[in-house]
T-cell receptor, first 110, second 115 residues
Framework: AQRVTQPEKLLSVFKGAPVELKCNYSYSGSPELFWYVQYSRQRLQLLLRHISRESIKGFTADLNKGETSFHLKKPFAQEEDSAMYYCAPKPAQAGTALIFGKGTTLSVSS | DTEVTQTPKHLVMGMTNKKSLKCEQHMGHRAMYWYKQKAKKPPELMFVYSYEKLSINESVPSRFSPECPNSSLLNLHLHALQPEDSALYLC??????????????FGEGSWLTVV
């Protein structure tokens, strides 16, 4: 069965601390993986996708096919990073859509 | 214009009412989506339209009826809803469905309360 797991419901860190939001998936084939973010009172938006291997707002995510993980990392958290983060795999088959993990709330305090 | 616009922002309806949620985008996207989001839960996929044809229906009850009149518009017709259908309904669009480089753009959502 296809499944995505974000084990932490809430992650609280201090400003300047490293952050790692975990995501594990169980999908057949090679899914495409995305992180979406929802800031308070803003619409859900794409943060980054694994295929681009990009860094957005200091965040990176590495796809580990052996561990079937796609953890989101940032070396130094900022208060404006506080938001809900969703890991979203998309099955490799054409014509399929994103399914969202349960999400992790990141709270960064000073 | 990189926005998905949803109306109304808030809707309160009785269980016997018929209402519609509307969604519009002018980005030339040919895939449009409806998601349902309950409080503190992730968005759940309901329907996907690809080139104005219903492509995915995630076993949604028939009291929800989607419609895609043209490539820019997506409606969700509501009839005989239950209180448990109260949620934030998100519309989204992407260039085409299901490619790795495609970005899905979300609207702000329509808050629906069924009384």
């Amino acid at each position: 069965a296809q499944r995505v797991t974000q084990p932490e419901k809430l992650l609280s860190v201090f400003k300047g601390a490293p952050v790692e939001l975990k995501c594990n998936y169980s999908y057949s084939g090679s899914p495409e993986l995305f992180w979406y973010v929802q800031y308070s009172r803003q619409r859900l938006q794409l943060l980054l996708r694994h295929i681009s291997r990009e860094s957005i707002k200091g965040f990176t995510a590495d796809l580990n096919k052996g561990e079937t993980s796609f953890h989101l990392k940032k070396p130094f958290a900022q208060e404006e990073d506080s938001a809900m983060y969703y890991c979203a795999p998309k099955p490799a088959q054409a014509g399929t859509a994103l399914i969202f993990g349960k999400g992790t709330t990141l709270s960064v305090s000073s | 214009d990189t926005e998905v616009t949803q109306t109304p922002k808030h809707l309160v309806m009785g269980m016997t009412n018929k209402k519609s949620l509307k969604c519009e985008q002018h980005m030339g996207h040919r895939a449009m989506y409806w998601y349902k989001q309950k409080a503190k839960k992730p968005p759940e996929l309901m329907f996907v339209y690809s080139y104005e044809k219903l492509s995915i229906n995630e076993s949604v009850p028939s009291r929800f009826s989607p419609e895609c009149p043209n490539s820019s518009l997506l409606n969700l017709h509501l009839h005989a809803l239950q209180p448990e259908d109260s949620a934030l309904y998100l519309c989204a669009s992407s260039l085409i469905i299901g490619t790795a480089m495609d970005t899905i753009y979300f609207g702000e959502g329509s808050w629906l309360t069924v009384v």
